[in-house]
């Protein structure tokens, strides 16, 4: 019930393409819900998150779609640059914030 | 002027050792975390530590103890060392901010081998 799925594992997209990463939880409790972006080499850094009160959110190139009722949501990465290759990590916090649970990472690869 | 430091960056050392990895964060924040990512990429709580008091211990082994001297600095110690304790180690902080973004700010890794 603590488990955050993130699908796919990888992915290859043109430049310029829609990256899709999708995620879902089963734990109710879950009221914030991150998305953090890690380079190789280097430590997780937060891309963009939402509370569970908003069906999206949208910042830059970077959206995240979000659906209570179906306990999924997804990071969408518009005009996907080379730059943006990274592995991409979902996650969902409890208990203010101090348990965060994390999603097993999708490896992004865009194509110049 | 980095946010969150861990020393050292690599760690290798033989089965049965003890070592520590040190982490301080100058951001002010109130709570720290240690993480887990093994070879997979995956990435595990084990410790969550809220103004120097521990709040979450997720099942992590005794061999693992952590200590917070302040509020910016947490430590992990590590008894015994064991091979399937080769992995990289984040630390992280936070500010408790309720309502708003309670963004991990992670420090750069610490990649300990354990041969």
């Known amino acids: 019930q603590q488990q955050v799925k993130q699908s796919p594992q990888s992915l290859i997209v043109q430049k310029g393409g829609i990256s899709i990463i999708n995620c879902a939880y089963e734990n109710t409790a879950f009221d914030y819900f991150p998305w953090y972006q890690q380079f190789p080499g280097k430590g997780p850094a937060l891309l963009i998150a939402i509370r569970p009160d908003v069906s999206e959110k949208k910042e830059g190139r970077f959206t995240i779609s979000f659906n209570k009722s179906a306990k999924q949501f997804s990071l969408h990465i518009m005009d996907s640059q080379p730059g943006d290759s990274a592995t991409y990590f979902c996650?969902?916090?409890?208990?203010?914030?101090?348990?965060?649970?994390f999603g097993a990472g999708t490896r992004l690869f865009v194509k110049a | 002027d980095t946010a969150v430091s861990q020393t050292p960056k690599y760690l290798v050392t033989q089965m049965g050792n003890d070592k520590s990895i040190k982490c301080e964060q100058n951001l002010g924040h109130d709570t720290m975390y240690w993480y887990k990512q093994d070879s997979k990429k995956f990435l595990k709580i084990m410790f969550s530590y809220n103004n120097k008091e521990l709040i979450i211990n997720e099942t992590v082994p005794n061999r693992f103890s952590p200590k917070s001297p302040d509020k910016a600095h947490l430590n992990l110690h590590i008894n015994s060392l064991e091979l399937g304790d080769s992995a990289v180690y984040f630390c992280?902080?936070?500010?408790?901010?309720?309502?708003?973004?309670?963004?991990?700010?992670f420090g750069p890794g610490t990649r300990l081998t354990v041969t």
């Open positions: 996650a969902a916090s409890i208990d203010g914030g101090f348990k965060t649970i």
């Open positions: 992280a902080s936070s500010q408790e901010r309720f309502g708003l973004d309670d963004e991990q700010y």
